[in-house]
DNA sequence: GAGAGTTATTACAATTTGATTAGAGTGAGT
DNA sequence: ACTCACTCTAATCAAATTGTAATAACTCTC
């Protein structure tokens, strides 16, 4: 899931940041409207969090510019405790669901996750992903192979997971840099090759290897060699 | 005790809120039916509140939700003023209690705890917990690692209960801060570090070890290594 | 099979994250 | 008022992760 944060509190925007990060959760963050503005411009979110009170650009017009030009995203709005105004201006700008501050984190998570549930705009991922003797948790992010269990780092764990959807598709290297580490224009960088490289020292040092190079076009993980 | 508001007239939700909140009730709320219901879903509730006419998913059928999913958790309708066949509807869809707009609003607080009383849905914590040779007294507050007897300040049991009911899955810091320290938006802190390193020297300075830590995640009491 | 273009591997520097420690502040009990 | 245990902050130290860059190995085309 891929989620957008636009908060000014510096502060909260980071807890906010660090604590879905830590439960898994893209995360991208904006301090102002107008740069929030952009990033919904330029990529795709599944649910986006919108504070109500931000210079440039506040959160009722932003709410009412998603409604307008992408529907289908759904938004949560921050608003201090108990201005009661907010919240009826909120709900005529179209936003989808409501959080007072101060608010328990989990509450956050639990309603995000619900919104991007009613708004599947890509399929859930299944609990479970497997391909022959290797498998992966999505929910708690663990790794076996061939019986063991392997741990993974942060970034590994995501090449894994992406590569395992797509599996039996070749991935190019710039859709991997796109989907896994989030860069968005042309770098000369070579961390894909790196991180393929460490992936498959830790999930592919047995037979049958699963971890396939398309020479000139990028990887695929298959269980035909 | 915590209860969750479905209401959609937002002045009423909101001043429902405040209310509870002031009397020491934790509170959850939901603008919408379907939201309700994603919430009841994921989280545990002592008496649900529901409002009869809502957009999405109404209180009739978000209350029959509730009785085939969660037959344990009390339900209270709120309803316009004196319509009898709402109210009989109500009873056939399984509410436990009834209440007519415009109420009082000891009156809501006196039912909800009487109901609450009457189902007291939390499971409790058991008499005692245990991880290998690891043994916690739930109501003493004792501990115990490898047969020898560890006393534990109140914060540092706290934390300790709270892994343990978690045991096997990661717990993230943002987590515990939440729920053993109630500090909601405070990301310049390394408490949790610093009392889980109390906890190690106090319950994880024998072998096997027990206490790990999930790199960029959180920290996990598991048996296996 | 030579050469250009790709990919693999490795070492290392930068950055991020976690562990550890000392000590300031607080409050209960004496 | 004094002590003591407890809680938390802040600083420092240690470890893990993440990229970059350089070089080696490989693949394809001619």
Not at 14 to 42: C, H, M, P, T, W
């Amino acid at each position: 899931m891929n989620v957008l944060i636009v908060e000014d509190d510096v502060e909260l925007n980071q807890f906010i940041q660090k604590g879905l990060q830590s439960e898994g959760i893209g995360v991208s963050v904006a301090y102002d409207g107008i740069i929030g503005r952009s990033l919904i411009n330029e990529r795709q979110f599944d649910v986006v969090v919108l504070d109500v009170n931000m210079p440039g650009l506040n959160g009722y017009d932003l709410c009412r510019f998603v409604k307008q030009n992408w529907p289908a995203i759904p938004v949560i709005m921050l608003t201090a405790l108990g201005s009661l105004d907010n919240k009826v201006l909120g709900f005529e700008s179209g936003a989808d669901d409501y959080l007072s501050k101060p608010f328990a984190f989990k509450e956050l998570v639990f309603r995000l996750k619900a919104l991007a549930r009613r708004h599947p705009s890509r399929a859930p991922l299944p609990k479970r992903l497997e391909l022959l003797d290797l498998a992966v948790d999505t929910e708690s992010h663990q790794v076996w192979r061939a019986g063991e269990r392997v741990t993974l780092t942060a970034r590994e764990y995501a090449l894994l997971e992406y590569l395992l959807v797509k599996q039996g598709k070749v991935v190019s290297r710039v859709d991997l840099l796109e989907n896994v580490w989030d860069v968005h224009f042309n770098t000369n960088t070579n961390v894909v090759d790196v991180y393929i490289n460490y992936l498959r020292r830790k999930i592919d040092h047995v037979e049958p290897k699963l971890l396939h190079t398309v020479f000139g076009v990028g990887y695929m993980l298959r269980a035909e060699p």
